[in-house]
């Protein structure tokens, strides 16, 4: 596992004990492996002064590095780097506006769908995605999906985040719109409406690139 991508969060949001937090953060964020050892460490978050969305958000942004490298891996870095091409502004798929063209898919889970893959095991996408929603920080989360978004090819893992990130959009909305913040709503609005046509384009991308259709 390489971390150096994925540094510790700034000094101001995880030390409040005269250095304790930052020390701790640097023993712990190793251990942050999966979701089984967030949830043993998380309790470990309040006496230490850390604050509990940077253990979701780390792991969230460590399993996007292991899924972007694991593809890179079986492709090679030529193949990676045009699959991770997302679809360029104005929703096309291929190369007219200066995007690779979309090769053949590599192996990859299944369509995302129930959030479970063809073994029946939870998807990478998923996992991350439920990591993204019990970030209680808006802004963090918001931050975090962007960061695992431009680390995932395209495909139905990326799709799954970029779903998650809609839901805590939507999740803000209506929190706004109850505190009657008018300016808030229509921001939120106006953003949730531009992810879910990125959304459509990139799902249709990934339908041209599975078909081996990326160029017409």
């Not at 929703?91 to 200066?98: A, V």
């Not at 929603?133 to 495909?155: C, F, Q, S």
């Amino acid at each position: 596992h390489v971390l150096a991508p994925f540094p510790p969060p700034p000094l101001e949001e995880r030390d409040r004990s005269g250095g304790l937090g930052s020390r701790a953060w640097s023993v712990l964020a190793p251990e942050l492996r999966s979701q089984e050892a967030v949830t043993t460490l998380l309790p470990l978050s309040g006496p230490l002064g850390l604050d509990p969305d940077d253990f979701r958000a780390h792991l969230a942004r460590r399993l996007a590095g292991d899924a972007a490298a694991a593809v890179a891996a079986v492709g090679g870095a030529a193949v990676f780097a045009q699959v991770a091409t997302s679809a360029p502004p104005g929703g096309e798929c291929d190369s007219d506006r200066g995007g690779a063209a979309f090769p053949r898919p590599l192996p990859t889970p299944a369509r995302q769908g129930a959030g479970r893959d063809s073994s029946g095991a939870k998807s990478q996408g998923s996992t991350i995605g439920s990591l993204i929603l019990n970030i209680h920080d808006y802004r963090k989360a918001m931050d975090t999906a962007r960061a695992v978004e431009e680390l995932l090819p395209l495909g139905p893992e990326r799709l799954a985040v970029m779903r998650s990130r809609l839901q805590v959009m939507h999740t803000e909305f209506q929190a706004a719109r109850s505190l009657a913040a008018s300016a808030t709503v229509a921001e939120i609005a106006e953003g949730m409406e531009e992810l879910q046509r990125e959304i459509a384009v990139q799902d249709s991308c990934w339908d041209l690139a599975r078909h081996g259709l990326g160029v017409l």
